[in-house]
């Protein structure tokens, strides 16, 4: 498994808090032209597609069933993945690793807006037994973990809104954010409490959109329209959905899925060799406590960081440049997708007004939502 993979074409749809205009196959169908157009290949060259779905949330059964039309992959093998973004970039990432596979793609949508009862739907991923039976809403366990989080390190609730604030005003200058806003912290610590200290502004609004990416072999790369951007190394985990089992303060997945993924870059000291990243932030402690996992701040050092301007645009490490899922809103599977297109629109330098200076080797982040605890990490840099 030696083959080098790249990702050789990006498409993709503004975000939207809804899209009540365009059916998902539509939105799809523009993600796909704009892909292929970007990566200069036909259709009919496709030998594999990866679909980011999730039949529950959908609410039809065997989803992936109503994708290929709009992709023009009819009779081409399409394998589901019901997680995460990075997860499903990894599985075609594997398909071309094997040998067997020459051009693969990937394709992930939203249509949040269409799910009337968003937390009765999340409740379904509680402990059936002893958990979903109380009724409570799932906000509680992010309410839960950032109480955890903040209390064992030297974080607090201010770090968190000023991360609402850095990201919802990062949105601004982003033409696909759905959320971009100048928003203080005050009015993030003003905002109603959802899950004590959990408050409403601390949590990414919902939006639909969809995202096409084409991945190619090295050889297959060479001589596209866009330089390549290679993946030099992902990795994906799950800690325990038992919630009386889980570590409360720590990221597990996030931790365990960056050592798989800076072990095949070969990666030592990230805070060093990573130039910039995107990271999920679902809710806004999230950020923090992804960047710790990380490796990317020391733990319970992140919002001393964040205080110092490193995460900014303009600081040492620039995190969610985009806006995040807080600016461009949450859009369950597809998050993660949308953080690769981010960091592979900073490494092509077409990021337009949120292009960073330096910008060679990004990193993307991924979770898949509470109360889940599985995510992925993918290392992304020109040849």
């Known amino acids: 498994m030696t083959q080098d993979v790249a990702i050789i074409g990006i498409g993709f749809t503004s975000l939207r808090p809804d899209s009540g205009d365009l059916s998902f196959r539509e939105m799809i169908f523009e993600a796909a032209q704009r892909a292929y157009k970007d990566a200069g290949i036909e259709p009919i060259q496709i030998d594999t597609v990866v679909s980011v779905t999730e039949d529950y949330l959908e609410g039809t059964a065997i989803a992936d069933e109503y994708v290929p039309d709009q992709l023009g992959a009819v009779l081409k093998p399409v394998h589901t993945i019901g997680s995460d973004g990075i997860t499903a970039l990894a599985s075609a990432f594997l398909q071309i690793k094997t040998g067997e596979f020459g051009i693969a793609v990937i394709e992930g949508r939203s249509k949040a807006s269409n799910i009337v009862y968003p937390s009765q739907i999340e409740a379904m991923a509680l402990d059936p037994i002893n958990v979903r039976p109380l009724g409570i809403h799932p906000c509680f366990v992010p309410g839960l973990e950032m109480r955890a989080f903040l209390d064992l390190t030297k974080n607090t609730e201010e770090h968190a809104a000023t991360i609402v ?148 645009r303009s600081g040492r490490l620039p995190v969610n440049v985009s806006g995040g899922a807080l600016g461009c809103g949450y859009t369950y599977g597809l998050n993660g997708l949308r953080s690769v297109l981010e960091v592979v629109l900073q490494l092509r330098g077409e990021a337009g007004s949120h292009q960073l200076h330096r910008a060679n080797v990004g990193l993307a982040q991924s979770w898949r939502g509470s109360p889940q605890a599985s995510g992925g990490v993918v290392i992304l840099g020109r040849d």
Do not use: C
Request: aromatic residues 10%; proline residues 5%.
């Open 165 to 312: 604030e850095k990201n919802r005003n990062n949105a601004m200058f982003n033409p696909m954010a759905a959320y971009g806003r100048n928003i203080t912290s005050t009015d993030v610590l003003n905002s109603p409490i959802i899950a004590a200290p959990l408050k409403e502004l601390d949590v990414a609004a919902y939006a639909d959109g969809a995202i096409v990416m084409v991945l190619a072999t090295r050889e297959l790369a060479a001589n596209k329209i866009q330089p390549p951007i290679y993946i030099k190394g992902i990795g994906w985990a799950q800690d325990t959905p038992n919630l009386e089992e889980r570590h409360w303060a720590r990221a597990i997945y996030a931790e365990n899925a960056a050592y798989q993924a800076y072990k095949l870059a070969g990666i030592n000291k990230p805070y060093e060799e990573i130039d910039f990243a995107e990271i999920d932030d679902t809710f806004s402690y999230k950020e923090l406590q992804h960047v710790e996992a990380l490796g990317l701040s020391p733990t319970g050092m992140s919002g001393n960081m964040l205080d110092k301007g490193d995460f900014y």
